[in-house]
């Protein structure tokens, strides 16, 4: 099915791989140093999907932070350290009733 607007199916796939074009293709040098960025993208479609870090979680039953070290699931904790290991982060994001998406929320509840 082909939507109104004639394109993908997800809108915002466009504008993120956009924002992820632009980000990768960005360097710059201060002194000695040059700063490019590594871009992760955590789609919650893939993320409380089937074989996703979050599947089966998708109503924020047990946050990663509620397990006991070394009890989380591999996935979840692989998720959680590359969030741990980050800079910074951009969400990109419709608006939905003045706010984020609730999957959107949901993911983020889960690493606190």
Not at 57 to 79: C, T, V, Y
Request: charged content about 20%.
């Amino acid at each position: 099915m082909v939507p109104a607007w004639g394109g993908d199916s997800r809108l915002g796939d466009c504008v993120v791989a956009h924002v992820k074009q632009i980000l990768s293709a960005r360097v710059s040098t201060i002194g000695e140093d040059t700063i490019k960025h590594d871009v992760t993208y955590f789609d919650p479609i893939e993320v409380f999907g089937e074989g996703g870090a979050l599947a089966g979680e998708a109503m924020l039953g047990q946050p990663h932070f509620f397990f006991g070290q070394g009890k989380a699931p591999p996935a979840m904790d692989a998720m959680r350290d590359v969030i741990k290991a980050a800079d910074c982060f951009l969400v990109v994001s419709p608006e939905y009733n003045h706010s984020i998406p609730p999957a959107l929320s949901s993911m983020m509840g889960h690493f606190g």
